[in-house]
């Protein structure tokens, strides 16, 4: 990944910024997206979730300015990611949800899945606020979502509300330990433009091995420290009395 990123550096620049230009971005623009779609794909799989890959780059038709979608899509393909049936299928799903006095233990699933979905949704605000300066850029297919998907499991748009904030800040504690990460998958993104799902997988679990062993590093140079200045210590026997 240095190599990559050194190389970038030092001889696309000028490819990137044609880039840019051609797909009518500013650098400041694309930094947010970058980290946005990022901030995205790691809470997904923080929670366990797959993914079929991401791009930092627009549709050509204006559906999205940037996309993360599951392994069963494939975008980078060519096949588009109908953003619009998920409202719909929310409405459809919040119609078979149980209603009061029924069971709900057979429903359990849908209601984490929305949780889960939020979190998700919401992960990309926290990315942004966590390296970005400035507040978040509201994108309106995650608000839309996160609303439905709240509405799917809440019986009032004041408990939605909460719901999401709930989600919100499951978000935040959940993605903050990895800004490390966050770091080098937005860079990756910015670098590569569209990353399969294993390439993002790839680039995860080589950041949390890297920091690992330089945790691990320190640790040993501290316990080496701490021997030594024991052993350089002159202790004296104080007698009482």
Known sequence: MTDEVESYDNDGCDWYLQHLAAIGRTEEEDRRVVVHESGHAIAARALGHELGGMTADPDPNGKYGGLVWGPRHSVAFGKDVDADAVPDLCDKLRAAMPKVGERRADAAD??????????ELAAAATAERMLLPGDPVASRSDVEHSVRYAAMVTNSPEAGLKFIALAEQMADDLLRPYWHVLIVLSTALKIRRTM???EIDAVIADVVAQFELLWQQAQRREWNDRVKNSAS???????CG
């Open 110 to 119: 849908a209601y984490m899945h929305a949780l889960n979905r939020c979190i």
């Open 196 to 198: 399969t799902g294993a």
């Open 233 to 239: 210590f002159d202790f004296e026997v104080l007698h």
